[in-house]
T-cell receptor, first 116, second 113 residues
């Protein structure tokens, strides 16, 4: 069973397009995250949701908008894609609610986005 | 501002040798220090983690050494194997940061047979 899954695995698109990446976890976790890994493999937090509520929003262009329809899903929508958005995007999740976040984060397999 | 600094950037070790990766952090509010292992094309996976009230933690061939006063921690891989070849990331988190991980820049480890 896949604990944290992402779709699609690969995404190639033209500059200016709008695209979405989906993430689902079947671990029963309350908190989910989006991280971006650039071409130098540097990993950086973008967003975090706890039980469908946004709790972290790092300095990310507002072209990026996370959406959490329920606590098992955290999707990432990107408007007006730019060349610099090319990266690998990882979803992660952790157990625990608002007041008792656990440390261990489980990562998905990543979505490789290439903007041409 | 890079809050977690990691070195070396790459490391080549012979099979059976010891691999050592070092990290230093700046924010004293960090209270959880995990190491993640990432194979090509895969997501990072937790390898081992430590909290600052412990100076060392060992799990199999993997050991974290933690020096709170120096704000440094390191990963030691004993008896390194070719299957250990991967990119290793140190990280840190704190409760007030809602447990978002601040990662080091990564170390690409290659274990030669």
């Amino acid at each position: 069973d896949t604990a944290v899954s992402q779709t699609p695995k690969y995404l190639v698109t033209q500059m200016g397009n709008d695209k979405s990446i989906k993430c689902e976890q079947n671990l029963g976790h309350d908190t989910m995250y989006w991280y971006k890994q650039d071409s130098k493999k540097f990993l950086k937090i973008m967003f975090s949701y706890n039980n469908k509520e946004l709790i972290i929003n790092e300095t990310v262009p507002n072209r990026f908008s996370p959406k959490s329809p329920d606590k098992a899903h955290l999707n990432l929508h990107i408007n007006s894609l730019e060349l610099g958005d090319s990266a690998v995007y990882f979803c992660a999740s952790t157990k625990g609610g608002q007041l008792n976040l656990q440390e261990t984060q489980y990562f998905g397999p990543g979505t490789r986005l290439l903007v041409l | 501002q890079q809050q977690v600094k990691q070195s070396p950037q790459s490391l080549i070790v012979q099979k059976g040798g010891i691999s050592i990766i070092n990290c230093a952090y700046e924010n004293t509010a960090f209270d959880y220090f995990p190491w993640y292992q990432q194979f090509p094309g895969k997501g990072p996976a937790l390898l081992i983690a430590i909290r600052p009230d412990v100076s060392e933690k060992k799990e199999g061939r993997f050991t974290i050494s933690f020096n709170k006063s120096a704000k440094q921690f390191s990963l030691h891989i004993m008896d390194s194997q070719p299957g250990d070849s991967a990119t290793y990331f140190c990280a840190a988190s704190m409760d007030t940061g809602r447990r978002a991980l601040t990662f080091g820049s990564g170390t690409r480890l290659q274990v030669q047979p």
